[in-house]
């Protein structure tokens, strides 16, 4: 799955500290539903990656297992 915006994009320092293992992110109440999302990936055995361009947007990838892929 792969979700892309254009947005104001983000850092490398920031996309580090979405991906870190932490349960939380310094307070930040913008990024909270994002610790939920990289929990649940997690917990199906999901993968998750970020790409983003300061200025330009960011994509969001998802690699979920197969028994989460319906034909």
Known sequence: LRVRDNGSGMPAEK???????RNTLDGELDSL?????RQTVREIDGELSIESEVGKGSTFYFLLPG????E
């Open 15 to 21: 996309i580090k500290q979405l991906l870190s293992d």
């Open 33 to 37: 539903g994002f610790v939920f999302v």
């Open 67 to 70: 028994k989460f892929i319906k």
